[in-house]
């Protein structure tokens, strides 16, 4: 059973406000739920279920030390941001993954330049991950790393990947000599570049990369359409997609 | 202004069944609306919006003959399917793009095995679109078309791209030496293949490609990732994405 006190807090940390407030984020979900189970991060402070979910798991549970509850589909429904809500959400702390130092000589990674949609930016932390990318960097108005869309649509990446918030003029103010490459519309084309590692700026979803960004490019790439096409871009999180496999193709094979 | 029964039946665009019954859907936000109102497309059977989004274009829609409607923000809340309505929805009836006979041997195309995610379909169309892909295939049991999530994540492409709903068996049944790719988790490293053009199939987001189709597959794609990356897999999307890139760059460079 929750208390009315308890659903409200729970609810509470679908915004960013109540979740810096407590160090606190959901995961939801019994696929995401699942994988930070059976990792090592011990992140989740409760862990609230359906009654198929939790029964079969109880033994493991009391075991772990895992703070658990049943509820109903109702309670569920009511503390879960999702419509169709999957049996399962977990209450866990604010975490900080090991800082690993990153040479941009050895790696590419992203810088995400204001990145405000949490389902481009959770794919874009999955996307890294596949790639074997540790870290990656943002700026400080892109999307909360904790937002529960980021969380889901990253599909558990989120215990791998360490984010990090920075201007990216302190990003790469020590670093001379790095390659800045920026995905914009009218850049050299992709697929004849010789890429390098270093960073990859990918821009706002509306705006695309800020005039202040832009000043630290070093290499400007764009994705090469069909002519005469009529679509005028494609989405952040497509387009990231495209680039990393492009800089895994060259540099890792 | 609307009627009760006007706005109950437009909600009723939101399920498929009443789509089918009244041969309509529906457009959402300025940047999609503006796009079909620009285009050549004369679908648009009721514009129904916010004061200041009629009142500019006025003139306009009265010289266009479009039926046109304005209401207030809780009205256009009621009627819409996102939490922050754009200004403007349109009501649109059902339409076929010209049937265009594609030759598999001359042009690369998706066959989308049940993807049933309506934001990762509506992202493959608007792929295909940037990719100069005219028709994409995909089995019967795949996301409505002209589901509103389709509709908005194509970002306008839907009037551009079309999409035929087909058994694979169907499609492949009459053509001999047709390359079918399948992305597949354990399948040829993508970028080691020498792609022609040719059907490629994605599978649904949970299963993969189905063992039906899996029989007509004649070339298994994988798109490699860092060794221990401990991410299982893309989403269907992103996968399209990078496969779509791979197949442009090699077949269009």
Redesign the interface.
């Known amino acids: 059973m929750l208390s009315k006190n308890q659903i409200k807090e729970i609810q509470s940390l679908h915004t960013k406000k109540f979740r810096d407030q407590h160090q606190q984020f959901i995961i939801e979900g019994i696929k995401s739920v699942m994988e930070v189970l059976e990792s090592k991060a011990t992140i989740i402070e409760q862990l609230i279920g359906t009654e198929d979910f939790i029964y079969p798991l109880k033994q493991k549970l009391i075991a772990a030390g895992i703070n658990h509850t049943t509820v109903t589909d109702d309670i569920l429904k009511k503390i879960s941001l999702q419509n169709k809500p999957n049996k399962v959400l977990a209450v866990c702390k604010y975490f900080e993954l090991e800082n690993k130092h990153i040479d941009f000589d050895k790696n590419f990674t992203f810088y995400l330049d204001d990145i405000r949609d949490p ?1 481009n930016f959770g ?1 874009i932390v ?2 890294a ?5 540790d870290t990656i960097y943002c700026s400080p108005t892109s999307c909360d790393k904790y937002n529960p869309k980021v969380i889901q ?1 990253s ?3 989120f215990i ?1 990947v360490k984010v990090v918030y920075s201007e990216l003029s302190d990003l790469v103010k020590d670093t001379t000599g790095i390659n800045v490459y920026g995905a914009l519309l009218h850049g050299e084309n992709i ?2 570049q010789k890429l390098k590692n270093g960073l990859i700026v990918i821009g706002n979803e509306a705006n695309g990369i800020s005039d202040d960004n832009q000043r630290f490019i070093t290499t400007s790439l764009t ?5 005469n ?3 005028e ?3 952040a ?2 387009a990231a ?2 680039i990393a ?2 800089f ?2 060259q540099l ?2």
Chains 1, 2 share one sequence.
Do not use: C, D, K, V
């Not at 991950?129 to 990318?133: D, E, K, P, R, T």
């Open positions: 389902g794919t999955r996307l991950n596949w790639f074997g990318i649509s599909m558990g990446a791998r697929y004849g994705i090469p359409s069909a002519q096409n009529g679509t871009s494609l989405n999180a497509m997609s495209i496999s492009e895994f193709r890792s094979h």
